[in-house]
């Protein structure tokens, strides 16, 4: 694990889900256990160790541990009689690049994918013969009962594509409201993280301005934080730990 994507992933996570201020203080804590412990997969910490660094009551400790388990953020093995309970800490960042590709391949690819691949065949059909078209309008009247949510535009004829990098192509127009709404350089590393991404994937999207929009925004925009945070965030999380828990000896966490 990487202790600071780990708590940038934590920090996304709650604009999206609630968790009460007891199971935020145990994560917190229990990351920072086992940042110090060396990033165990399994690791061992005393129930007044918890309650002691986060000054809950064992009714407390017990209820925000369940919902962290509940939440899928952590897993626990209790102990046995005066022995240490047994956590392991789930990655948030694995889970929300998961969540983000499956939402561009399914969400991006099969959406344009339908709108633009109908369009296409009826506008074949209508230059071809206007009775067949006809026919096929009234057969995709009865197949579909509403139109497709929250589709791309579809491009306008004679609009042509212009090509920013090896993978990566769109309009004037489209690149041109990136710039208005991020400015030259954000799009301009967005365009790389693409063509990056499709070059070493040997992915292909029907619109690269929706693909640009739906996730390679997101990955830049936390790309250029975490640049910013490097040098005097980690400090300060390494100075909140030592405040926190002083002189550390993993010994005292019995594995």
């Avoid at 709404?181 to 029907?206: H, M, P």
């Amino acid at each position: 694990m990487n202790y600071i994507r780990e708590l940038n992933a934590f920090r996304d996570w709650l604009m999206m889900n609630h968790l009460s201020t007891k199971a935020v203080a145990l994560w917190y804590t229990l990351m920072s256990i086992n940042n110090l412990a060396g990033w165990r997969e399994w690791f061992s910490v005393p129930n007044s160790t918890l309650q002691q660094l986060t000054k809950l009551s064992k009714q407390g400790l017990d209820d925000a541990r369940a919902e962290l388990k509940n939440k899928g953020l952590i897993d626990y093995r209790a102990g046995g009689k005066k022995k240490s309970g047994h956590y392991k800490m789930n990655s948030l960042v694995n889970k929300l690049v998961n969540v983000a590709d499956l939402s561009v391949d399914q969400s991006v690819d099969l959406s344009v994918d339908l709108s633009v691949d109908l369009f296409d065949d009826l506008s074949v059909d209508q230059s071809n013969d206007l009775n067949k078209t006809e026919t096929k309008l009234n057969e995709t009247k009865q197949d579909i009962i509403s139109p497709p949510i929250n589709n791309p535009p579809l491009k306008a004829k004679g609009e042509k594509k212009r090509k920013y990098a090896d993978f990566v192509s769109m309009t004037e127009e489209e690149y041109q409201k990136l710039v208005d709404e991020y400015g030259e350089e954000f799009t301009s590393r967005c365009i790389e993280v693409l063509d990056n991404y499709k070059g070493a994937k040997g992915k292909k999207y029907k619109s690269d301005y929706r693909a640009i929009k739906s996730w390679v925004v997101g990955r830049v925009e936390e790309e250029m934080e975490k640049k910013r945070a490097k040098e005097g965030r980690y400090e300060k999380y390494r100075r909140d730990d030592r405040r926190l828990f002083g002189d550390y000896n993993p010994d005292d966490f019995s594995l």
